[in-house]
């Protein structure tokens, strides 16, 4: 299935972009800044069923912002998710759908304001569907840990991808967005389910990292990408949700690692409670016991170019950043393109 868009859809917005696309910021952080309650299993994807509005606001304030990607609020939305909440298959299939189609209507809605004037200097964004890790449908911190159990293995996790893949590519997405995936087991699922059901758009892989080292499951990145490289569905891959401080080397790490583009979006370097499910804003890492600083809109503007010229391509940001992070983002990439 899928249909023909090849890596070459990535590869021109990038150029056109300088080098380095701007893809947006925290989706959930946003919502709640506008009164959403998300303290839910389905988080952010809760949304859909009660304010689609507030989703395709958010689309928005991203695009005023500068960003040439749009995440859709896919991430924590599965059919056993909504199935969990009393919804049928068929309404729960039909709000993945929606997911992309509010994303790709703010986009059209947005562009059809700014395509026409002259010298404006935005791109046509693109639309990737995320697609988040079984651990985020856990909804109990495992895609921070990689550990799901002896009773998951290789083909749970195609089982579990492979209907919401197809629904989404149904939707008719720009990109596919796998995110904060925690280990191996689960990028080969990805990989695997991405050849079986021959998707031809483009996609990324990003995994997390608590230590700034390693995946969360401990493995090394070394033996993460290497079913990623031999994979021609995969376009790009990077680090998603985790400490900006850890960025730059991790970058610098990748690019010996693999050939493929790198993508780059961390939260804004609080950290994630996921049994007490809140930020904690000032913790001790593990690896390092250092106090954990979180970046602000200025922190983020001086370190996007220098994680450009240490070789990504795409820079966003990820949980508690906001609009005017990716502002401050889009603005330091085009005074130093």
């Known amino acids: 299935m899928g249909f023909e868009k090849g890596a070459s859809l990535l590869e021109d917005l990038i150029e056109k972009a300088g080098g380095c696309a701007v893809m947006d910021g925290g989706f959930a952080t946003q919502l709640e800044s506008h009164g959403a309650s998300i303290n839910d299993p389905l988080w952010s994807a809760l949304c859909l069923i009660k304010d689609p509005h507030l989703i395709k606001q958010v689309h928005l304030e991203y695009l005023e912002a500068g960003a040439d990607i749009l995440v859709t609020s896919s991430y ?3 059919i056993p998710g909504f199935l969990s909440r009393g919804l049928s298959l068929e309404e729960g299939e039909s709000l993945l759908k929606k997911s992309v189609k509010l994303a790709v209507e703010a986009r059209d809605k947005f562009w059809d304001g700014v395509g026409c004037v002259p010298g ?8 990737a569907a995320s697609i988040g890790s079984y651990g985020a449908y856990l909804a109990d911190g495992s895609e921070y840990s990689g550990c799901y159990g002896p009773g998951v293995n290789l083909d749970k996790l195609k089982d579990f991808h492979r209907r919401r893949l197809q629904v989404i590519i ?9 995110e904060t995936i925690p280990n191996k087991l689960e990028a080969q699922a990805c990989v695997e389910l991405l050849e079986e059901e ?10 997390g990292s608590v230590d700034g080292e390693n995946a969360p499951s401990g493995e090394s990145f070394k033996e993460c990408f290497e079913i990623l490289n031999k ?13 900006p401080h850890f960025i730059e080397s991790l970058v610098c790490k990748f690019k010996e690692l693999t050939t493929k583009a790198i993508v780059v979006y961390p939260n804004s370097g609080a950290i994630w409670d996921g049994r007490a499910k809140k930020w904690l804003l000032k913790q001790k890492h593990v690896a390092s016991m250092q106090p954990s600083m979180c970046f602000g809109d200025e922190e983020f503007e001086l370190f996007a170019p220098r994680w450009r010229n240490q070789g990504a391509k795409v820079i966003g940001g990820c949980c508690r950043t906001t609009p005017s ?4 983002i889009s ?3 085009k005074e130093t393109s």
């Open 325 to 328: 992070t990716i502002r401050a």
């Open 198 to 207: 021959n998707i031809q758009i483009p996609s990324w892989i990003c995994f």
């Open 120 to 127: 404006n200097s935005y791109n046509r964004a693109l639309v």
């Open 76 to 78: 924590q939305a599965t």
């Open 331 to 333: 603005k330091a990439l």
């Open 231 to 243: 994979s021609k569905k995969v376009n790009a891959v990077g680090i998603n949700c985790a400490s």
């Open 170 to 178: 149904e939707a008719g997405p720009d990109l596919l967005a796998f």
